[in-house]
């Protein structure tokens, strides 16, 4: 079973991969019932976003781009695909997935902070 997040940008958790409070790495404001809710203001939080972003694309270096190919070419994945395709040992691919599955949400909240202003959605627990 997965967990969603849904409000003014939309996604799942990567199983097994992703906290359901990931956002948190990008400074938005938290309240926890069994949702985290998030809201992020562009005055107050698109520099923590843009550092965030930073720091995930630092952390993959070459490796986004391997993955970007690899998931364009495949629909689905397990870890021994990737372990296989790129001879990462599997805390390689737990932290690689990691930092790749929070540059793609980072990446919606910025979107969606620059062209909205703001940006609020509800994480599952």
């Keep these: 079973m997965g967990r969603y997040y849904s409000g003014d940008i939309e ?3 990567w199983v097994a991969v ?9 400074g938005g404001q938290v309240s926890e019932p069994n949702y985290i809710d998030y809201s992020f203001d562009k005055d107050e939080h698109l520099s923590g976003v843009e550092e965030g972003l930073k720091k995930c694309r630092e952390k993959l270096g070459a ?3 391997l993955l970007d190919e690899f998931f364009e070419k495949n629909n689905g ?3 021994d695909m990737l372990v296989e395709a790129y001879g990462w040992s599997e805390k390689e691919t737990k932290e690689n997935l990691e930092w790749y599955a929070r540059l793609e949400l980072g990446e919606k909240i910025f979107k969606y902070l620059n062209d909205n202003g703001e940006c609020s959605f509800s ?3």
């Design 123 to 125: 994480a599952e627990c």
């Design 18 to 26: 992703q906290a359901s409070d990931d956002a948190s790495f990008f």
């Design 11 to 13: 996604g799942k958790f």
């Design 77 to 79: 994945y397990n870890d």
């Design 63 to 65: 490796n986004k781009k």
